[in-house]
């Protein structure tokens, strides 16, 4: 088998797979948890670094268009507000 982390030593990867492959179904399903809500996090501060002076609707409704695409966003949500060019920088 091919090493799935070029940076970690295939002896350390194999007990990696292995206690995964040990995790009870729940803990897989929490890991998968933590890891969503760690992209929406990071997907976020993109949007917030991109977007300074929006506010957090707007960059909720900005993430609800990563998240789901921009037409079934705006169906869901509405447009996204117009941008503003006396806000921006």
């Known amino acids: 088998m091919s090493a799935l982390y070029p940076d970690t030593r295939p002896e ?20 998968l948890g933590q890891m969503n809500e760690m992209v929406r996090t990071l997907a976020f501060s993109g ?8 506010t957090p609707a707007e960059l909720r409704r900005r993430l609800a268009d990563l998240i ?20 921006a920088l």
Not at 12 to 31: F, G, H, N, S, T
């Open 12 to 31: 350390a990867e194999q007990v990696q797979i292995a206690l995964l492959r040990r995790a009870p179904a729940w803990r897989k399903l929490e890991m």
């Open 47 to 54: 949007l917030r670094q991109r977007h300074p002076q929006a």
């Open 68 to 87: 789901l695409g921009p037409d079934l966003a705006a169906r869901a949500y509405g447009p996204l507000p117009e941008e503003n060019p006396t806000r």
